[in-house]
């Protein structure tokens, strides 16, 4: 089990993260996404689980603060992923996962 991981970095991976709790033990978790409305929909449909409007660029968290950090699905949709990525180091004391569609196929 992993204390304190950065789960999601967008809408859909938030709810991904939620569906594992019922599962795993995710209580260390953090779904982040810049929509308002998306966290709200999330947390309205897992209570229990932490979600918060922050934006991937610029994620309110000090450094080394997770043990995980996932960032599925999300890369692609990022105007400047370096930053994206430079976060993610930042905040990760651990280990990260990240995945991208693998075009044409995906």
């Known amino acids: 089990i992993l204390r304190n991981a950065l789960h999601s970095l967008d809408e859909p991976t938030c709810l991904g993260t939620a569906n594992a709790g019922r599962e795993y033990d995710v209580s260390g978790t953090v779904g982040i996404d810049v929509s308002a409305g998306d966290v709200a929909r999330a947390r309205a ?47 990760c004391g651990g280990h990260v996962l990240i995945s991208v569609p693998w075009e044409p196929t995906w």
């Open 45 to 91: 449909a897992y209570e229990g689980l932490s979600f918060m409007t922050a934006s991937a660029y610029e994620l309110p968290f000090d450094g080394s603060t997770f043990d995980l950090v996932v960032a599925c699905e999300a890369l692609e949709h990022m105007e400047d992923p370096e930053r994206c990525l430079s976060e993610i180091h930042r905040v």
